[in-house]
Protein backbone atom coordinates (compact mmCIF):
# COMPACT_ATOMS: atom_id res chain seq x y z
CA UNK A 1 0.00 0.00 0.00
CA UNK A 2 2.65 2.28 0.92
CA UNK A 3 4.54 1.65 -2.60
CA UNK A 4 1.44 2.23 -4.16
CA UNK A 5 0.85 5.37 -2.55
CA UNK A 6 4.53 6.73 -3.56
CA UNK A 7 3.71 5.86 -6.93
CA UNK A 8 0.64 7.66 -6.92
CA UNK A 9 2.67 10.71 -5.06
CA UNK A 10 5.20 10.53 -8.28
CA UNK A 11 2.66 10.59 -11.11
CA UNK A 12 0.96 13.72 -9.74
CA UNK A 13 3.63 15.47 -9.13
CA UNK A 14 4.53 14.59 -12.43
CA UNK A 15 1.04 15.18 -14.14
CA UNK A 16 1.64 19.08 -12.25
CA UNK A 17 4.82 19.53 -13.84
CA UNK A 18 3.39 18.54 -16.97
CA UNK A 19 0.39 21.15 -16.89
CA UNK A 20 2.99 23.84 -15.93
CA UNK A 21 4.76 23.12 -18.58
CA UNK A 22 2.17 23.16 -21.34
CA UNK A 23 0.42 26.66 -19.61
CA UNK A 24 3.65 28.58 -19.58
CA UNK A 25 5.23 26.84 -23.49
CA UNK A 26 2.22 29.31 -25.62
CA UNK A 27 3.89 32.41 -23.72
CA UNK A 28 7.21 31.75 -24.90
CA UNK A 29 6.30 30.41 -28.34
CA UNK A 30 4.30 33.87 -28.89
CA UNK A 31 7.10 36.15 -27.73
CA UNK A 32 10.64 36.72 -28.45
CA UNK A 33 12.59 40.04 -29.73
CA UNK A 34 13.24 40.71 -33.66
CA UNK A 35 15.35 42.67 -35.25
CA UNK A 36 14.08 43.99 -38.82
CA UNK A 37 14.98 46.23 -42.27
CA UNK A 38 12.66 45.61 -45.34
CA UNK A 39 16.21 45.93 -47.26
CA UNK A 40 19.35 44.20 -46.24
CA UNK A 41 20.91 44.24 -50.01
CA UNK A 42 21.05 47.37 -51.88
CA UNK A 43 23.23 48.53 -54.49
CA UNK A 44 25.45 51.87 -54.50
CA UNK A 45 27.89 54.03 -56.60
CA UNK A 46 31.61 55.16 -54.49
CA UNK A 47 30.81 58.28 -52.23
CA UNK A 48 26.77 57.45 -51.60
CA UNK A 49 25.23 57.15 -48.15
CA UNK A 50 22.72 54.32 -47.82
CA UNK A 51 20.15 55.06 -44.77
CA UNK A 52 18.56 52.18 -43.58
CA UNK A 53 15.60 52.48 -40.86
CA UNK A 54 15.87 49.55 -38.09
CA UNK A 55 12.92 48.57 -35.96
CA UNK A 56 13.67 46.55 -32.79
CA UNK A 57 10.68 44.18 -31.87
CA UNK A 58 10.13 43.26 -28.28
CA UNK A 59 6.87 41.41 -27.95
CA UNK A 60 8.07 39.97 -24.41
CA UNK A 61 6.58 40.91 -21.48
CA UNK A 62 9.63 42.32 -20.19
CA UNK A 63 11.53 45.62 -20.98
CA UNK A 64 14.10 44.48 -23.52
CA UNK A 65 17.49 46.61 -23.17
CA UNK A 66 20.30 45.97 -25.78
CA UNK A 67 23.84 47.77 -26.84
CA UNK A 68 23.94 48.81 -30.35
CA UNK A 69 27.27 48.15 -32.84
CA UNK A 70 28.32 47.81 -35.57
CA UNK A 71 30.27 45.54 -37.78
CA UNK A 72 31.65 47.86 -40.95
CA UNK A 73 34.39 45.76 -42.24
CA UNK A 74 37.00 48.08 -43.46
CA UNK A 75 38.25 51.21 -42.19
CA UNK A 76 36.79 53.00 -45.12
CA UNK A 77 33.65 52.65 -44.17
CA UNK A 78 31.07 54.95 -42.35
CA UNK A 79 28.44 54.74 -40.71
CA UNK A 80 26.31 56.07 -37.99
CA UNK A 81 23.61 55.02 -35.46
CA UNK A 82 21.11 57.84 -34.80
CA UNK A 83 17.34 57.69 -32.89
CA UNK A 84 15.26 61.03 -33.33
CA UNK A 85 18.26 63.07 -34.64
CA UNK A 86 20.88 61.64 -31.81
CA UNK A 87 23.53 59.09 -31.69
CA UNK A 88 22.95 56.42 -30.21
CA UNK A 89 24.78 53.05 -28.43
CA UNK A 90 21.94 51.52 -26.54
CA UNK A 91 18.27 51.00 -26.59
CA UNK A 92 15.58 50.00 -24.10
CA UNK A 93 12.03 48.75 -25.28
CA UNK A 94 9.12 48.15 -23.42
CA UNK A 95 7.09 45.21 -23.86
CA UNK A 96 4.75 44.42 -26.85
CA UNK A 97 6.52 47.39 -28.26
CA UNK A 98 9.37 48.36 -31.05
CA UNK A 99 11.76 51.04 -31.38
CA UNK A 100 13.21 52.30 -34.48
CA UNK A 101 17.21 53.15 -34.94
CA UNK A 102 18.62 54.66 -38.39
CA UNK A 103 21.55 53.74 -39.56
CA UNK A 104 23.27 55.41 -42.39
CA UNK A 105 26.46 53.99 -44.03
CA UNK A 106 28.79 55.59 -46.33
CA UNK A 107 30.34 54.06 -49.65
CA UNK A 108 34.06 55.06 -49.55
CA UNK A 109 35.04 57.29 -52.73
CA UNK A 110 38.58 54.94 -53.21
CA UNK A 111 36.95 51.37 -53.36
CA UNK A 112 36.58 47.71 -55.02
CA UNK A 113 33.90 46.91 -57.53
CA UNK A 114 31.79 44.10 -55.72
CA UNK A 115 29.63 42.54 -52.79
CA UNK A 116 30.45 43.84 -49.02
CA UNK A 117 28.77 42.43 -46.20
CA UNK A 118 28.02 44.40 -42.64
CA UNK A 119 26.28 43.30 -39.55
CA UNK A 120 24.40 45.12 -36.77
CA UNK A 121 24.71 43.55 -33.51
CA UNK A 122 21.54 44.46 -31.22
CA UNK A 123 22.30 42.24 -27.90
CA UNK A 124 19.16 40.15 -27.32
CA UNK A 125 17.65 41.58 -30.18
CA UNK A 126 19.96 39.46 -32.38
CA UNK A 127 22.14 40.66 -35.31
CA UNK A 128 21.06 41.75 -38.62
CA UNK A 129 23.20 41.31 -41.86
CA UNK A 130 23.44 43.99 -44.37
CA UNK A 131 25.13 43.56 -47.46
CA UNK A 132 26.04 46.42 -50.05
CA UNK A 133 26.88 45.84 -53.81
CA UNK A 134 29.10 48.74 -55.00
CA UNK A 135 28.00 49.27 -58.86
CA UNK A 136 31.80 50.69 -59.60
CA UNK A 137 35.08 51.18 -58.53
CA UNK A 138 35.67 54.70 -56.70
CA UNK A 139 37.68 56.80 -59.06
CA UNK A 140 39.08 59.13 -56.04
CA UNK A 141 38.85 62.81 -59.11
CA UNK A 142 37.03 65.73 -59.76
CA UNK A 143 34.32 65.79 -62.27
CA UNK A 144 33.73 68.98 -64.24
CA UNK A 145 30.80 68.28 -66.70
CA UNK A 146 27.56 70.77 -68.21
CA UNK A 147 25.16 69.70 -69.81
CA UNK A 148 24.83 72.13 -72.86
CA UNK A 149 27.98 72.73 -73.74
CA UNK A 150 26.84 74.51 -76.77
CA UNK A 151 25.18 78.01 -77.12
CA UNK A 152 24.46 80.16 -80.03
CA UNK A 153 24.13 83.87 -80.52
CA UNK A 154 25.62 87.01 -82.17
CA UNK A 155 28.62 88.69 -80.81
CA UNK A 156 26.82 91.62 -78.71
CA UNK A 157 25.15 88.05 -77.11
CA UNK A 158 26.37 86.84 -73.61
CA UNK A 159 27.52 82.82 -73.38
CA UNK A 160 26.08 81.53 -70.12
CA UNK A 161 26.79 77.71 -69.40
CA UNK A 162 25.59 76.10 -66.15
CA UNK A 163 28.77 73.48 -64.80
CA UNK A 164 28.48 70.69 -61.95
CA UNK A 165 31.89 70.99 -60.55
CA UNK A 166 32.34 67.66 -58.60
CA UNK A 167 35.01 66.81 -55.82
CA UNK A 168 35.25 62.80 -55.53
CA UNK A 169 38.66 63.03 -53.24
CA UNK A 170 38.52 62.30 -49.48
CA UNK A 171 39.36 65.09 -48.65
CA UNK A 172 38.61 69.12 -49.29
CA UNK A 173 39.65 71.05 -52.50
CA UNK A 174 39.81 74.65 -53.62
CA UNK A 175 39.70 74.48 -56.92
CA UNK A 176 40.89 77.55 -59.03
CA UNK A 177 38.93 78.81 -62.31
CA UNK A 178 39.81 79.48 -65.50
CA UNK A 179 38.65 79.97 -68.87
CA UNK A 180 40.78 79.91 -71.96
CA UNK A 181 39.11 82.36 -74.46
CA UNK A 182 39.90 83.63 -77.52
CA UNK A 183 41.76 87.66 -77.50
CA UNK A 184 39.36 90.27 -76.82
CA UNK A 185 36.88 87.20 -75.03
CA UNK A 186 35.70 88.35 -71.23
CA UNK A 187 34.77 85.30 -68.72
CA UNK A 188 33.38 85.46 -65.49
CA UNK A 189 32.31 82.32 -62.56
CA UNK A 190 29.78 82.69 -60.61
CA UNK A 191 28.85 80.61 -57.67
CA UNK A 192 25.37 81.49 -55.69
CA UNK A 193 25.02 84.63 -57.77
CA UNK A 194 28.76 85.64 -56.16
CA UNK A 195 31.54 86.07 -59.06
CA UNK A 196 34.50 84.11 -58.12
CA UNK A 197 37.54 82.94 -59.21
CA UNK A 198 38.14 80.04 -56.99
CA UNK A 199 35.07 77.56 -55.39
CA UNK A 200 35.80 75.42 -52.08
CA UNK A 201 34.02 71.91 -52.20
CA UNK A 202 34.03 69.26 -49.48
CA UNK A 203 34.77 65.71 -50.42
CA UNK A 204 32.39 63.87 -52.04
CA UNK A 205 30.35 67.11 -52.99
CA UNK A 206 29.80 69.07 -55.91
CA UNK A 207 28.53 72.86 -56.43
CA UNK A 208 26.85 74.53 -59.47
CA UNK A 209 29.20 77.20 -61.39
CA UNK A 210 28.12 79.68 -63.75
CA UNK A 211 30.17 80.55 -66.36
CA UNK A 212 29.50 83.22 -68.68
CA UNK A 213 31.40 84.20 -71.83
CA UNK A 214 31.46 87.87 -73.56
CA UNK A 215 32.52 87.86 -77.11
CA UNK A 216 35.18 90.43 -78.81
CA UNK A 217 33.32 93.36 -80.23
CA UNK A 218 34.40 92.47 -83.14
CA UNK A 219 34.03 88.87 -83.24
CA UNK A 220 33.54 87.16 -86.31
CA UNK A 221 30.75 84.58 -87.25
CA UNK A 222 32.29 81.24 -86.48
CA UNK A 223 32.53 78.41 -83.68
CA UNK A 224 34.31 78.98 -80.78
CA UNK A 225 35.96 76.55 -78.63
CA UNK A 226 36.62 77.28 -74.85
CA UNK A 227 38.60 75.31 -72.53
CA UNK A 228 37.61 75.28 -69.10
CA UNK A 229 39.47 74.18 -65.98
CA UNK A 230 38.70 73.47 -62.18
CA UNK A 231 42.39 72.86 -60.85
CA UNK A 232 43.51 72.25 -56.87
CA UNK A 233 46.46 71.69 -56.98
CA UNK A 234 46.10 67.87 -56.08
CA UNK A 235 43.48 66.83 -58.13
CA UNK A 236 42.07 69.00 -61.55
CA UNK A 237 38.56 68.60 -63.90
CA UNK A 238 38.48 70.10 -67.32
CA UNK A 239 35.82 70.79 -69.63
CA UNK A 240 35.39 72.24 -73.16
CA UNK A 241 32.40 74.43 -73.90
CA UNK A 242 31.21 76.36 -77.42
CA UNK A 243 29.90 79.48 -78.73
CA UNK A 244 28.72 79.60 -82.40
CA UNK A 245 28.22 83.22 -83.37
CA UNK A 246 26.17 83.25 -86.04
CA UNK A 247 26.64 87.09 -86.86
CA UNK A 248 27.15 90.52 -85.46
CA UNK A 249 24.71 93.75 -85.61
CA UNK A 250 26.11 97.33 -87.00
CA UNK A 251 24.69 100.27 -88.64
CA UNK A 252 25.31 103.81 -89.06
CA UNK A 253 23.40 106.68 -89.79
CA UNK A 254 24.27 110.24 -91.65
CA UNK A 255 23.66 112.14 -94.84
CA UNK A 256 24.63 111.29 -98.54
CA UNK A 257 27.42 113.76 -98.47
CA UNK A 258 27.88 113.02 -94.83
CA UNK A 259 27.59 116.64 -93.50
CA UNK A 260 25.77 116.57 -90.09
CA UNK A 261 25.15 120.53 -90.71
CA UNK A 262 22.39 122.88 -92.54
CA UNK A 263 20.48 125.63 -93.15
CA UNK A 264 16.35 126.51 -92.48
CA UNK A 265 14.68 130.02 -93.03
CA UNK A 266 12.48 130.24 -89.68
CA UNK A 267 9.02 128.31 -90.63
CA UNK A 268 10.05 126.65 -93.48
CA UNK A 269 11.19 123.21 -94.04
CA UNK A 270 14.46 121.48 -95.48
CA UNK A 271 15.32 118.41 -96.83
CA UNK A 272 17.79 116.18 -95.71
CA UNK A 273 19.25 113.35 -97.65
CA UNK A 274 20.27 110.31 -94.86
CA UNK A 275 21.67 106.77 -95.77
CA UNK A 276 21.06 104.11 -93.05
CA UNK A 277 23.92 101.38 -93.67
CA UNK A 278 24.39 97.73 -92.13
CA UNK A 279 27.95 98.01 -91.40
CA UNK A 280 27.38 94.32 -89.35
CA UNK A 281 27.25 90.58 -90.59
CA UNK A 282 24.10 89.59 -90.17
CA UNK A 283 20.87 91.42 -90.96
CA UNK A 284 19.00 94.05 -90.06
CA UNK A 285 14.97 93.88 -89.97
CA UNK A 286 11.86 97.08 -89.34
CA UNK A 287 14.46 99.86 -88.48
CA UNK A 288 12.24 102.33 -87.84
CA UNK A 289 12.97 106.39 -88.13
CA UNK A 290 12.27 108.86 -85.38
CA UNK A 291 13.81 112.21 -84.76
CA UNK A 292 13.66 114.78 -81.66
CA UNK A 293 13.43 118.53 -82.63
CA UNK A 294 13.08 121.50 -80.42
CA UNK A 295 9.51 122.89 -78.93
CA UNK A 296 6.95 123.19 -82.09
CA UNK A 297 9.85 122.01 -85.05
CA UNK A 298 8.52 118.98 -87.24
CA UNK A 299 10.76 116.02 -88.67
CA UNK A 300 9.56 113.56 -90.82
CA UNK A 301 10.85 110.56 -92.79
CA UNK A 302 10.32 108.97 -96.02
CA UNK A 303 10.24 106.21 -95.79
CA UNK A 304 9.86 105.84 -92.19
CA UNK A 305 10.29 102.58 -91.72
CA UNK A 306 13.03 100.13 -93.73
CA UNK A 307 11.74 96.17 -93.65
CA UNK A 308 14.95 94.86 -94.18
CA UNK A 309 18.77 95.74 -95.08
CA UNK A 310 21.24 93.16 -95.88
CA UNK A 311 25.15 93.20 -94.55
CA UNK A 312 26.83 95.94 -96.30
CA UNK A 313 23.78 97.22 -97.99
CA UNK A 314 22.71 101.07 -97.85
CA UNK A 315 19.38 102.10 -98.17
CA UNK A 316 18.34 106.03 -98.68
CA UNK A 317 15.74 107.98 -96.48
CA UNK A 318 14.63 111.53 -96.51
CA UNK A 319 14.36 113.71 -93.43
CA UNK A 320 11.95 116.59 -93.59
CA UNK A 321 12.50 119.15 -91.07
CA UNK A 322 10.55 122.02 -90.53
CA UNK A 323 11.40 124.91 -88.05
CA UNK A 324 9.02 126.88 -85.62
CA UNK A 325 7.14 130.27 -87.76
CA UNK A 326 9.12 131.76 -83.71
CA UNK A 327 12.18 130.18 -84.50
CA UNK A 328 14.92 133.43 -84.17
CA UNK A 329 18.07 133.35 -86.04
CA UNK A 330 20.80 130.66 -84.39
CA UNK A 331 21.64 127.54 -84.25
CA UNK A 332 19.72 124.51 -83.10
CA UNK A 333 20.02 121.10 -83.05
CA UNK A 334 17.83 117.79 -84.31
CA UNK A 335 18.83 114.02 -83.27
CA UNK A 336 17.82 112.03 -85.89
CA UNK A 337 17.70 107.63 -84.74
CA UNK A 338 17.66 104.71 -86.95
CA UNK A 339 16.06 102.05 -84.62
CA UNK A 340 15.84 97.76 -84.91
CA UNK A 341 15.47 95.32 -82.65
CA UNK A 342 19.35 94.22 -82.69
CA UNK A 343 20.91 97.66 -82.72
CA UNK A 344 20.46 101.02 -82.91
CA UNK A 345 22.13 104.38 -84.74
CA UNK A 346 21.81 107.96 -84.55
CA UNK A 347 23.02 111.30 -85.89
CA UNK A 348 22.18 114.88 -84.86
CA UNK A 349 22.04 117.82 -87.39
CA UNK A 350 22.97 121.51 -86.74
CA UNK A 351 20.30 123.54 -87.86
CA UNK A 352 21.02 126.91 -88.52
CA UNK A 353 17.96 129.29 -88.94
CA UNK A 354 18.12 132.37 -90.83
CA UNK A 355 14.92 135.22 -90.61
CA UNK A 356 12.60 135.50 -93.38
CA UNK A 357 13.18 137.50 -96.10
CA UNK A 358 9.62 139.37 -96.06
CA UNK A 359 10.44 139.85 -92.34
CA UNK A 360 13.69 142.32 -93.03
CA UNK A 361 11.37 143.91 -95.78
CA UNK A 362 8.51 144.22 -93.19
CA UNK A 363 11.01 145.94 -91.13
CA UNK A 364 12.61 148.45 -93.41
CA UNK A 365 8.57 149.70 -94.12
CA UNK A 366 8.27 150.41 -90.24
CA UNK A 367 10.98 152.08 -89.75
CA UNK A 368 10.64 154.19 -93.36
CA UNK A 369 6.60 154.71 -91.56
CA UNK A 370 8.20 155.55 -88.52
CA UNK A 371 10.86 158.29 -90.15
CA UNK A 372 7.83 159.44 -92.03
CA UNK A 373 5.80 160.04 -89.25
CA UNK A 374 8.34 162.23 -87.19
CA UNK A 375 9.23 164.22 -90.23
CA UNK A 376 5.14 165.33 -90.40
CA UNK A 377 4.78 165.83 -87.07
CA UNK A 378 7.63 168.08 -87.15
CA UNK A 379 6.27 170.17 -90.52
CA UNK A 380 2.98 170.73 -88.76
CA UNK A 381 4.37 171.36 -85.15
CA UNK A 382 7.90 172.68 -86.02
CA UNK A 383 6.95 176.42 -87.16
CA UNK A 384 5.17 176.88 -83.54
Do not use: C
Not at 289 to 304: H, I, N, Q, Y
Not at 361 to 374: D, F, K, Q, T, Y
Amino acid sequence: MKQRAWKSRILMAAALAISLLLYAAPAFAAGGTQIYTPYTNLSAPPGETINYQVDLINDTDEIKTADLSFQAGSANWTYELTADGHGIKQVAVKPKESQTVSLALTVPLEVEKGDYAFQLNAGAFGTLPIKVSVSEKGSYKSELSTEQPNMQGHSDSTFTYSLSLNNRTATKQQYALTAEVPNGWDSKFTVDGNGVTSVDIDPGASKSVTLNLTPAENAKADTYKVAVHANSGNTSADAEVEAVITGTYGMSLSTANDNLSATVTAGHERKLELVVKNTGSADLTDVNLTGTAPSEWEVSFEPKTLSSIKPGESKPVTATIKSSGKALAGDYVVGLTAQAAEKSAEASIRMTVKTSVLWGWIGVLIVLAVAAGVYGLFRKYGRR
